[in-house]
């Protein structure tokens, strides 16, 4: 297939990038590794809309993040995914860490943050009741928020799709070369693709597909982080994201409420060699958890449902690297996006818009372009009224699959119709086997379902694709 | 929206929920069960193994058959079954006061409001899961309760792996080792934390040792290894409490079911306002067996874990004949209160009264030979029954008969304790 643009790696970067392209008249494709999109680093976010007051203007990821912030309620209103302006707070427990909230909250005004605010120990403790009462005081940016990170990937990819751009899941890029005017890109796998213009979205892999094109050399370093989900029954679920006073590289270990109504605790941050160490460690709950109930004391290990591990893709310089290149022809870097590259991405989609311009690729706005895609029904969300008239069009959505979050077999439907044919990619666009049972009574039927609206075989469904496969035989 | 109106109100077609159901419908009160799945039998239709029915019925059956034999009952019966019906609330409307609304969807009724003066939960439990155990490493596929995997070989007639551990010696991560085993499977291992096995000991002799599956005792399983599917795990001993790293040891599987513990599932009753005991994650009841709320009994797994169905049908025969009583307005008698004693984990219920006979049940903190159960009330003992063997995993079921009680009447305000000694 012949594209005007390949755009590698289906993370937030990429899926906001191709979003923004299917705006114009130009064919475009994403290409993924995994067997779904969002299944890499942007899986395993921690699902915060930052406030902007994190790091000087002087890095363009902050400039970025500014401006990414505040595309977020229009992005709601067009995509529907789970988000929510809860508010970011910095909670401070010890005098000298007074000092550091202000140099917060003076960068923060000279970001341009709106509405953010030096509380007292009485405001902070108004405001997030949850917290420690030891608490001497904090900041509070209303601005900052919490989104489902998945769900925000799926939503931009199927308006992308829904506007002309091509999805390739199973798409490991192996090989390119320039032939005449084109890129020519292979994948491990045999399948080939010509493009005119490649945007390096590779995230853990962008160094290796900078090699790849013959482009910059330079190093991704994984920077790990742990994160434990706690049941929704917590009476800890806090009203804002709360952040520790920063110390050196990263914000530090948080509790955030996440927009679903269940409780995160993390992350942490290890820089370690291997792009694929997702695992956790008993050392690091421990001390997630004893930080965290620093912080909120009612937050217990009882109600832990699960835990992950993801991967920042970061770069020495602690920066973006958004760049045409130097060395390979119409070639277009977006590397080292590690946080804030959720809140960001929607500015990083324009920034990359306009690098294409630079670039003399022709943009005409597409006359057609829809900026909605349709809505599934929530049931959980739903009144019993609201329910019932859903229930009576189509009877699927009655029957309750997923009894934790309760997900109905007509949402997973859905799902799969969207192409999320995994059991993980179902379980991100549903929520099923997300709760506390973590699927322990759904797995069954969500394999059925996925069986029976595919066509696939029982060894074809897996976990997330490759060899994670869950059913070997038939007895 | 569609709504029903019922005496009782039944949630749940398991084991527990078939047997309070007949118990209500049998006094002539209109009754329903609201049961998820497309048939009744709950957890027992996938217990595919004997063993079941030694004190209901007498002989050996398998979970079908127990089921089944309940199920007919109610086939017989006129109690109304609501199948492939999920309750998604349960509340208590301020317009019709002393009934109990319960908000069910289903593919088959639409979104339907079942109203009644009594509701029995009896929604069973969930098995606990690698997430509320911690094990920390990567996260593959090939990882499920071993109730899930029992499920999958007995009911849909899949293998999830070929080269199986398991986690946890509870029942029914024994019984899956022999059924695995059959199913052509090879068990390397059960690993289990405490320093005796959790499940009952009929389970250890006929589905470990005469398989030569190894059981490693104080043992646990410390990191889970494999990338797309799960290739081997680290188990360590456990030394006097602490993990013994040194002598830790891997072990190749494709997959590794977890069989530890159940946690009854009570996130309707919560959400209801019922108050549950976090000793046994289900609700407070008295003596009646009546949670919190009026009207609201609960029996089965819902309540606390059985390791025998026939108690669970035993317990919600009385949940069910205590509802009548409460429809006919004769549910009576003074509630006093249990205490757990010496060695005692819990006691379920915890309240008893003296116009009837009171059966409880308990577990044990410890493994003793020749034990004692001592029932006190202030010092005065009232009864003291022999066990020649207690385990925490095999719950004890005691009767109090109301004569017992009578050395006791005199007390102003009696409180009982129980001990094993």
């Given at each position: 297939?012949?594209?005007?643009?390949?755009?590698?790696?289906?993370?937030?970067?990429?899926?906001?990038?191709?979003?923004?392209?299917?705006?114009?008249?130009?064919?475009?494709?994403?290409?993924?590794?995994?067997?779904?999109?969002?299944?890499?680093?942007?899986?395993?976010?921690?699902?915060?809309?930052?406030?902007?007051?994190?790091?000087?203007?002087?890095?363009?990821?902050?400039?970025?993040?500014?401006?990414?912030?505040?595309?977020?309620?229009?992005?709601?209103?067009?995509?529907?995914?789970?988000?929510?302006?809860?508010?970011?707070?910095?909670?401070?427990?010890?005098?000298?860490?007074?000092?550091?909230?202000?140099?917060?909250?003076?960068?923060?005004?000279?970001?341009?943050v709106i509405g953010i605010e030096i509380c007292s120990r009485e405001r902070i403790l108004d405001i997030e009741p949850k917290l420690n009462p030891d608490v001497i005081g904090g900041l509070h940016a209303p601005n900052g928020g919490i989104i489902e990170p998945y769900r925000f990937v799926f939503s931009l990819v199927e308006s992308a799709r829904k506007n002309g751009v091509d999805l390739i899941v199973n798409f490991k890029v192996d090989s390119a070369e320039r032939t005449g005017a084109k890129w020519k890109i292979s994948s491990d796998d045999g399948q080939?693709?010509?493009?005119?213009?490649?945007?390096?979205?590779?995230?853990?892999?962008?160094?290796?597909?900078?090699?790849?094109?013959?482009?910059?050399?330079?190093?991704?370093?994984?920077?790990?982080?742990?994160?434990?989900?706690?049941?929704?029954?917590?009476?800890?679920?806090?009203?804002?994201?709360?952040?520790?006073?920063?110390?050196?590289?990263?914000?530090?270990?948080?509790?955030?409420?996440?927009?679903?109504?269940?409780?995160?605790?993390?992350?942490?941050?290890?820089?370690?060699?291997?792009?694929?160490?997702?695992?956790?460690?008993?050392?690091?709950?421990?001390?997630?958890?004893?930080?965290?109930?620093?912080?909120?004391?009612?937050?217990?290990?009882?109600?832990?449902?699960?835990?992950?591990?993801?991967?920042?893709?970061?770069?020495?310089?602690?920066?973006?690297?958004?760049?045409?290149?130097?060395?390979?022809?119409?070639?277009?870097?977006?590397?080292?996006?590690?946080?804030?590259?959720?809140?960001?991405?929607?500015?990083?989609?324009?920034?990359?818009?306009?690098?294409?311009?630079?670039?003399?690729?022709?943009?005409?706005?597409?006359?057609?372009?829809?900026?909605?895609?349709?809505?599934?029904?929530?049931?959980?969300?739903?009144?019993?009224?609201?329910?019932?008239?859903?229930?009576?069009?189509?009877?699927?959505?009655?029957?309750?699959?997923?009894?934790?979050?309760?997900?109905?077999?007509?949402e997973i439907v859905e799902a799969i119709r969207r192409g999320h044919t995994t059991l993980d990619g179902v379980k991100f666009f549903t929520r099923t086997g997300m709760g506390r049972c973590q699927g322990g009574f759904c797995t069954y039927k969500t394999i059925k379902i996925i069986m029976r609206e595919t066509g696939l075989s029982y060894e074809q469904v897996t976990k997330r694709g490759k060899n994670s496969e869950i059913l070997m035989e038939r007895l | 929206m569609k709504e029903y109106l019922f005496d009782c109100a039944v949630i749940g077609g398991g084991a527990a929920g078939m047997a309070a159901a007949l118990e209500v419908e049998k006094a002539g009160f209109k009754t329903a069960i609201i049961e998820r799945e497309e048939c009744l039998g709950g957890i027992l239709l996938q217990c595919i193994h004997n063993g079941f029915g030694l004190h209901e019925f007498k002989e050996e059956l398998t979970g079908p058959e127990y089921a089944e034999r309940f199920a007919d009952k109610i086939d017989e019966s006129e109690v109304k079954?609501?199948?492939?019906?999920?309750?998604?609330?349960?509340?208590?409307?301020?317009?019709?006061?002393?009934?109990?609304?319960?908000?069910?969807?289903?593919?088959?009724?639409?979104?339907?409001?079942?109203?009644?003066?009594?509701?029995?939960?009896?929604?069973?439990?969930?098995?606990?899961?690698?997430?509320?155990?911690?094990?920390?490493?990567?996260?593959?596929?090939?990882?499920?309760?071993?109730?899930?995997?029992?499920?999958?070989?007995?009911?849909?007639?899949?293998?999830?792996?070929?080269?199986?551990?398991?986690?946890?010696?509870?029942?029914?991560?024994?019984?899956?080792?022999?059924?695995?085993?059959?199913?052509?499977?090879?068990?390397?291992?059960?690993?289990?934390?405490?320093?005796?096995?959790?499940?009952?000991?009929?389970?250890?002799?006929?589905?470990?040792?005469?398989?030569?599956?190894?059981?490693?005792?104080?043992?646990?399983?410390?990191?889970?290894?494999?990338k797309d599917r799960i290739e081997s795990i680290l188990v360590t001993p456990n030394k006097d409490g602490y993990p013994d790293e040194e002598n830790s040891f891997e072990l190749k599987c494709d997959t590794l079911l977890l069989s530890v513990g159940l946690v009854p599932e009570n996130e309707l009753s919560r959400k209801a306002g019922i108050d549950l005991n976090p000793q046994i994650n289900g609700p407070y009841v008295d003596s009646h067996l009546m949670t919190n709320k009026d009207g609201v009994f609960a029996c089965g797994n819902v309540l606390h874990v059985h390791d025998l169905v026939d108690y669970v049908s035993a317990e919600s025969r009385s949940a069910g004949s205590n509802a009548v009583k409460f429809l006919q307005s004769a549910l009576t008698g003074k509630q006093y209160s249990i205490k757990s004693g010496a060695n005692v984990r819990y006691i379920v219920p915890q309240k008893f009264n003296f116009s009837d006979d009171n059966r409880f049940y308990l577990r044990s903190m410890i493994v003793k030979n020749e034990a004692v159960v001592e029932i006190k009330a202030d010092g005065r003992t009232i009864k003291t029954i022999k066990h020649s063997h207690v385990q925490p995993s095999e719950m004890i079921s005691i009767k109090l008969k109301r004569a017992d009680l009578e050395k006791i009447s005199d007390l102003p305000d009696p409180r009982l304790e129980i001990s094993i000694i």
């Amino acid at each position: 297939m012949k594209y005007d643009v390949a755009i590698i790696g289906a993370g937030v970067s990429g899926a906001a990038i191709a979003r923004k392209l299917s705006q114009y008249n130009l064919k475009t494709v994403l290409l993924e590794k995994e067997a779904d999109v969002s299944f890499g680093t942007s899986k395993a976010n921690s699902g915060i809309i930052h406030g902007g007051f994190h790091t000087s203007m002087k890095y363009l990821k902050s400039r970025l993040e500014i401006q990414g912030n505040l595309m977020f309620d229009a992005l709601q209103r067009e995509l529907g995914f789970p988000f929510r302006r809860c508010g970011v707070i910095v909670a401070a427990f010890r005098e000298e860490e007074l000092k550091h909230i202000q140099n917060l909250y003076r960068q923060g005004v000279d970001n341009g943050v709106i509405g953010i605010e030096i509380c007292s120990r009485e405001r902070i403790l108004d405001i997030e009741p949850k917290l420690n009462p030891d608490v001497i005081g904090g900041l509070h940016a209303p601005n900052g928020g919490i989104i489902e990170p998945y769900r925000f990937v799926f939503s931009l990819v199927e308006s992308a799709r829904k506007n002309g751009v091509d999805l390739i899941v199973n798409f490991k890029v192996d090989s390119a070369e320039r032939t005449g005017a084109k890129w020519k890109i292979s994948s491990d796998d045999g399948q080939s693709i010509e493009a005119e213009y490649v945007i390096n979205a590779a995230g853990l892999y962008a160094d290796r597909v900078s090699d790849i094109f013959k482009a910059e050399n330079f190093k991704i370093i994984p920077r790990k982080g742990e994160e434990y989900l706690l049941d929704r029954m917590s009476p800890a679920y806090p009203n804002k994201v709360i952040f520790p006073v920063p110390h050196g590289k990263t914000k530090g270990t948080l509790v955030i409420p996440t927009v679903e109504g269940t409780m995160m605790v993390g992350p942490t941050a290890d820089e370690i060699d291997d792009k694929e160490d997702l695992t956790t460690s008993r050392e690091h709950l421990d001390r997630i958890f004893d930080f965290s109930r620093r912080m909120v004391p009612s937050i217990s290990e009882r109600d832990i449902i699960t835990s992950f591990a993801g991967l920042r893709p970061a770069l020495a310089s602690g920066d973006f690297y958004i760049e045409v290149s130097e060395k390979a022809e119409n070639f277009i870097q977006v590397a080292g996006i590690q946080s804030p590259g959720l809140t960001a991405s929607p500015a990083i989609g324009e920034y990359v818009k306009n690098l294409l311009k630079k670039l003399d690729c022709l943009l005409v706005e597409k006359k057609d372009w829809d900026p909605h895609i349709d809505k599934v029904p929530r049931m959980r969300n739903l009144s019993h009224f609201e329910s019932e008239k859903i229930v009576e069009e189509n009877p699927q959505f009655g029957n309750i699959i997923c009894r934790c979050e309760k997900v109905s077999e007509g949402e997973i439907v859905e799902a799969i119709r969207r192409g999320h044919t995994t059991l993980d990619g179902v379980k991100f666009f549903t929520r099923t086997g997300m709760g506390r049972c973590q699927g322990g009574f759904c797995t069954y039927k969500t394999i059925k379902i996925i069986m029976r609206e595919t066509g696939l075989s029982y060894e074809q469904v897996t976990k997330r694709g490759k060899n994670s496969e869950i059913l070997m035989e038939r007895l | 929206m569609k709504e029903y109106l019922f005496d009782c109100a039944v949630i749940g077609g398991g084991a527990a929920g078939m047997a309070a159901a007949l118990e209500v419908e049998k006094a002539g009160f209109k009754t329903a069960i609201i049961e998820r799945e497309e048939c009744l039998g709950g957890i027992l239709l996938q217990c595919i193994h004997n063993g079941f029915g030694l004190h209901e019925f007498k002989e050996e059956l398998t979970g079908p058959e127990y089921a089944e034999r309940f199920a007919d009952k109610i086939d017989e019966s006129e109690v109304k079954v609501f199948l492939d019906s999920t309750v998604m609330e349960m509340d208590e409307p301020a317009d019709y006061p002393g009934q109990h609304e319960l908000y069910c969807y289903s593919s088959v009724y639409g979104v339907f409001v079942i109203r009644a003066r009594t509701v029995i939960l009896a929604m069973g439990c969930r098995e606990r899961n690698r997430g509320n155990i911690g094990i920390p490493g990567t996260r593959p596929s090939g990882i499920m309760t071993a109730g899930l995997a029992q499920r999958l070989v007995n009911i849909d007639g899949y293998v999830p792996g070929k080269d199986i551990v398991i986690i946890g010696s509870g029942d029914i991560g024994l019984i899956m080792a022999r059924r695995m085993t059959w199913a052509g499977c090879r068990v390397h291992a059960v690993i289990e934390i405490q320093p005796y096995p959790s499940g009952i000991t009929r389970n250890i002799v006929q589905c470990l040792e005469d398989f030569e599956i190894p059981l490693y005792l104080s043992h646990v399983v410390s990191e889970i290894r494999g990338k797309d599917r799960i290739e081997s795990i680290l188990v360590t001993p456990n030394k006097d409490g602490y993990p013994d790293e040194e002598n830790s040891f891997e072990l190749k599987c494709d997959t590794l079911l977890l069989s530890v513990g159940l946690v009854p599932e009570n996130e309707l009753s919560r959400k209801a306002g019922i108050d549950l005991n976090p000793q046994i994650n289900g609700p407070y009841v008295d003596s009646h067996l009546m949670t919190n709320k009026d009207g609201v009994f609960a029996c089965g797994n819902v309540l606390h874990v059985h390791d025998l169905v026939d108690y669970v049908s035993a317990e919600s025969r009385s949940a069910g004949s205590n509802a009548v009583k409460f429809l006919q307005s004769a549910l009576t008698g003074k509630q006093y209160s249990i205490k757990s004693g010496a060695n005692v984990r819990y006691i379920v219920p915890q309240k008893f009264n003296f116009s009837d006979d009171n059966r409880f049940y308990l577990r044990s903190m410890i493994v003793k030979n020749e034990a004692v159960v001592e029932i006190k009330a202030d010092g005065r003992t009232i009864k003291t029954i022999k066990h020649s063997h207690v385990q925490p995993s095999e719950m004890i079921s005691i009767k109090l008969k109301r004569a017992d009680l009578e050395k006791i009447s005199d007390l102003p305000d009696p409180r009982l304790e129980i001990s094993i000694i």
